[in-house]
């Protein structure tokens, strides 16, 4: 998706950029990785068995009330998290040439907790397994007990996480204003986190959560898939063209 606000070309652009030969596989791959991996992580939320209230032990109990589907959901969203990293490097090499900045400070803001949050879906497991094996009562005390370590919290919970969403979103409106993207996916993401506020725990805001970060990656795979090689290797809208 594009925006006409931002697509003119200047007439000093040179017309012949040189493509390496590896150009056109690695632009499609990280495209396709990003429409694939939205996808499943939109899969990923839509299979989990939400919990309606708060609590640790209403989380316990919603894992271990569909063993085989838990650990589906926490597979999906596994994979579907990994490819957070190529849907922001697709969005930083659009913004080489314009936004700069701003796409820096995205980058910077979320690339470290794109990196962790793949391997924070082994908690799902562990827990799984906690309630299985202990008393309910014993379950909720080992399970906060893993996640009130101070850099498991400071991961899981804390402003890592809600960096790397203000970071997508930075980087997301830094590659509309350089004329690759649509404002509209940008606001995806913190859309997902008011939907996590707003609406009440269970399957309609955990699903509507997963379509706002889905559905931002799907549209930044897109957006890589329909640049030119050109494009994809100047930083510069209209290249090539």
Known sequence: MTSTAATTVPATLPREVPVAP?????????????????LVTVAGFAATNWETSEGTLAYLDSLAADPVRSQVAALLLQYGYLGIVPV??????MT????????????GLALPGALALPGLLVSDFYDLAIRQNLPAEQAVVVSDASHGLPLAGFLVAGPLLMASFLGMTVLGLAA???????WIPSLLVP???VAAVVLP???VSGVAQGLGLGLFMVAAGVAALRMTDEEWVSGSRGAGR
């Open 88 to 93: 922001l490097l697709a969005l930083g090499i």
């Open 191 to 193: 859309l997902s986190i």
């Open 176 to 182: 509309w204003r350089a004329g690759f993207f649509h």
């Open 22 to 38: 590896a150009t056109p596989f690695r632009r499609r791959a990280l495209g396709a990785t990003g429409v694939v991996a939205g």
């Open 96 to 107: 080489r040439r314009r936004s700069r900045v701003a796409g820096n400070v995205g980058l």
């Open 201 to 203: 725990m269970g399957t």
